[in-house]
């Protein structure tokens, strides 16, 4: 259990440390480009707000969170995700009806996924970190309906064209179940 909440803890502080970092190192850059056109007299009216115009992804992800799902990704910054899903998840419940303490169904899932980029268009090192939630009520759940994600892995995304994710997608099934899954995701960004 104790192992659990750590590799959570431990994935979620990473994704902030690298945001942070990554933050930092974009508004460096930011300054320094709006620095230059003063010094060489060009307009600063464009600055940089081209590349951090929205972006919208739509993939199916295999195996990654539960045994597949289906999520919209959305651009925040250039190098950030945010991502909207829906997981298919098997949970053990317990059926009052019958008795039965270690019936297994699987439910969809409602997912939240945060991601962060490093490299340049199309590829890119992917680090990232959610949650999904069972908010189904017929059952009684033998120990919780949240799970925690994560993924780090490569990412081959253009601004329009084809979507490839793969990598190692850890699964945290609270309080006390993990598996170090392998996930493929395919789809399109616009």
Known sequence: MKNIILMGLF???TTGIFTQNLLAHENIHRSS???DNEQNGLDNSSDLSDNNK????LFIELIGKGYYSANIDFRIKNNHR???GISSINYRVYDKSLGNENEVHNFWSPSLMYYSL???EPSFFEIGAGMSVSLNREWEYFKTPMNLHGVIGYRHQKENGF???AGLTPFVQLPDEFWPLIGFSFGYTW
């Not at 929205?54 to 992804?57: R, S, T, V």
């Open 11 to 13: 994935l979620f502080c």
């Open 118 to 120: 490093f490299g340049n």
């Open 33 to 35: 480009f709006q620095l």
């Open 54 to 57: 929205p972006g919208i992804a």
């Open 163 to 165: 979507l490839f994710r």
């Open 82 to 84: 945010f991502s909207v």
